[in-house]
């Protein structure tokens, strides 16, 4: 039996990261969700993730501080990180994926990363 990916989704718009993962819970994943990279360190802490999809840009814990701390102390980890902003791609060390996107869509790099 296949093993059931476990992901962490980071993400300060509650619509989008409730919505998200009611998608991958109904896509039969393992989910766990924070709003922020308090929230996240939290869950890192207590649980194994296959994943990490994350914002980059959140009022507790985003931007660049969040991205250093993923890079320092997580960097075994897969991670994607989502952002409205075009300009941070080629300073994260991530795959990065530009807002808006579809469910369809990350799930596929989701996928990808896992290979």
């Given at each position: 039996?296949?093993k059931?990916?476990?992901?962490?989704?980071?993400?300060?718009?509650?619509?989008?990261?409730?919505?998200?993962?009611?998608?991958?819970?109904?896509?039969?994943?393992?989910?766990?969700?924070?709003?922020?990279?308090?929230?996240?360190?939290?869950?890192?802490?207590?649980?194994?993730v296959?994943?990490?999809?994350?914002?980059?840009?959140?009022?507790?814990?985003?931007?660049?501080?969040w991205?250093?701390?993923?890079h320092?102390?997580?960097?075994?980890?897969?991670?994607?990180?989502?952002?409205?902003?075009?300009?941070?791609?080629?300073?994260?060390?991530?795959?990065?994926?530009?807002?808006p996107?579809?469910f369809?869509?990350?799930?596929?790099?989701?996928?990808?990363?896992?290979?």
């Amino acid at each position: 039996m296949e093993k059931i990916p476990t992901i962490l989704f980071v993400e300060d718009d509650e619509d989008i990261r409730l919505c998200f993962r009611d998608f991958l819970e109904d896509k039969g994943y393992n989910i766990f969700v924070a709003s922020d990279g308090v929230g996240a360190i939290k869950i890192l802490t207590d649980q194994e993730v296959d994943v990490i999809v994350s914002d980059y840009r959140m009022e507790i814990l985003g931007g660049k501080y969040w991205i250093k701390f993923l890079h320092k102390f997580c960097k075994d980890m897969k991670i994607i990180v989502t952002t409205g902003y075009s300009n941070i791609a080629s300073t994260v060390p991530f795959p990065v994926i530009s807002k808006p996107f579809s469910f369809d869509k990350l799930e596929e790099e989701i996928i990808n990363i896992l290979k």
